[in-house]
Every structure is written in C-alpha cells, then in structure tokens.
C-alpha cells in the first residue's frame, strides 16, 4: 500500500519538474556510457600493458666473426648476472628465416644474411632492463662504453619502445577515468538538484506532514524512488546503447582486433548488473544529500 503510494508520488514529482527530471535522466545516461566503456578499457588496456611488459627484453649482438664457443661463453656470462630471467641463443640463420617470414621481397633483394647471432636476455623485472644493459655495457674510466666479453659487438633494449606504449596506455586510463569521475559528480549534483526544486515546490506540504506527525522516513521515500527512478531508466537507457554497440561495432571486428577480445575483460551480464548498481547508487547519493538538509526542519 505505502510502495504504491510513494511510487506514485515520486512520478507525480517527475512531471512536475520535467525540465530538471531530464536533465539529470541524462546526466546519468552519459556517465553510465563512459562507464560501460572505460571499465573494458582500463581491463584490456592493463592486461595488453602487462603482455608488452612481460616482453621486454635486451638483445646481446654478437660480432660477425663470433664462434659458436663465444656466444656459449657469453651466454654462461649473461647468465650469472644479477636480475636476468632467461637466456635465448638465436644464430643468425634462425633470425633470417624468422625475418623473411615477416618481410620476404625485401630479404629476397639482399642477397646474403646480414644478421649477427644474437642472444635475447629476459629481465626478471622489466624495469630493470636499462640496469641490464649497463651491466653488460659498463661505462669505462675515460667515459666510454666497453662490453663484458670482446665477443660482443652492441647491446639493445625494447624498453624505451615499451615505455611509450605503457606511457600511452596511461594517459588513455587516466583521462577516461578522469572523465568518468567528472560526469558522477555532474549527475550526483543534477540529481541532488532535481530533488532540491521537488523538495521546494512541495515545501508547504512537507510542512504539513510534519506538523501531524509524519515521520522522516515516510517524507523522504517519494523522493528517494523519484530519484532510484531517475537513476534506473538512465542505467537501463545506458545499457541499451551498450548493447547496440557490442552488437553492432564490437562483436564484429573481436576477430580483427585482440585488445576486443581480450578475455580478462569484463561479462556483459556483469557489466550491466554493475551500470544498473552504480545508476542506482549516484542517484540514491544525490537525494541524500538534499534530504538530509531539508528534513531538518
């Protein structure tokens, strides 16, 4: 009996103040949208993040007139280091081969192998890769770079190639979140607006109310539902679009692109039980926050 009551109040509400009611409607409409999207994101951007991390690794370039006994021996070197994972051997015929798969017309134009055999160093923390390469090129008296063993001819790191990627996929993280955070105050405060001018326009009668005894609770139950409302239809409206989107944009390309089909992301089953949670709440957080000043009276 009561629900029905407080439902019908809180639609009554609506009406009355339509032009604010949308407007928060929409507020949390976009912000569900930013959400829906920045939560796979920041998931498949961390787990594609850590892949490239994991595959950092220092490249040990032997000279041309290298034997098979010094890359054993610098390998045995390379090894006793201090933050080294692994060790890989590539003779320079395996390089090729590897290479011409990927470019073959141009390895064809060259004739001959010019790829040296080279050693591939996993770093036990990629962050340390620089470190590694230092120590296998230390810094000389007269501030020059030697290597660890004649044998060797130059030393290279993927890491600053992997610092942009990681640095990029950072900055996609931050401004989606910080977008994200913006729009749930936006519509935390559009809502706890709408109920501020549903609160004023029934002012008198909430005077009323409380004058014959009515308690806190049953006053601000219309208002809480107005706002739940408010916050559902924008979540259901959100995933709508979300699935319109998957449907149409995203399940096609997951076969072209692996960042789409990365598994760690998020279910959309789950997606839209958490888009309806957070709908709900920002909308239950902005009456609160009017209520809580207006029923003090």
């Known amino acids: 009996m009561k629900l029905g009551f407080f439902t019908r109040e809180a639609f009554t509400s609506i009406s009355r103040n339509a032009v604010p009611s949308f407007a928060a409607l929409a507020s949390v409409l976009v912000t569900l949208l930013v959400l829906g999207v920045f939560i796979p994101i920041v998931q498949a951007t961390t787990g594609a993040a850590n892949d490239v991390r994991g595959q950092v690794i220092v490249n040990v370039y032997m000279k041309s007139d290298a034997t098979a006994a010094d890359a054993q021996r610098v390998r045995t070197q390379l090894t006793a280091l201090d933050g080294v994972k692994s060790v890989q051997y590539v003779s320079k015929d395996t390089a090729y081969a590897q290479e011409r798969r990927k470019n073959p017309a141009a390895y064809d134009l060259l004739g001959s192998n010019p790829l040296p055999d080279t050693l591939r160093v996993t770093p036990t923390n990629p962050d340390n890769a620089l470190a590694l390469v230092g120590a296998i090129e230390p810094q000389t008296p007269g501030g020059g770079r030697t290597t660890i063993d004649p044998s060797i001819d130059s030393v290279g790191s993927s890491k600053d190639n992997t610092d942009k990627i990681l640095t990029a996929t950072r900055v996609v993280k931050l401004t989606t979140g910080l977008l994200a ?14 109920i501020r001018l549903s609160v004023f326009s029934r002012r008198r009668e909430i005077q009323v109310m409380k004058l014959v005894g009515a308690t806190d609770g049953f006053i601000r139950w219309p208002f809480v539902l107005e706002a739940v409302i408010l916050g559902a239809l924008g979540a259901v409206l959100a995933i709508l679009l979300l699935g319109v989107m998957k449907v149409a944009l995203v399940d096609p390309l997951v ?4 960042l789409l089909s990365a598994p760690s992301t998020i279910g959309f089953g789950v997606l839209v039980a958490v888009l309806l949670g957070a709908g709900i709440g920002v909308s239950a957080l902005g009456s609160a926050i009017s209520l809580r000043r207006f029923l003090q009276v």
């Open 255 to 258: 076969n072209d692109f692996a």
């Open 181 to 194: 955070a913006l729009l749930i105050v936006a519509s935390v405060l559009l809502i706890s607006n709408t």
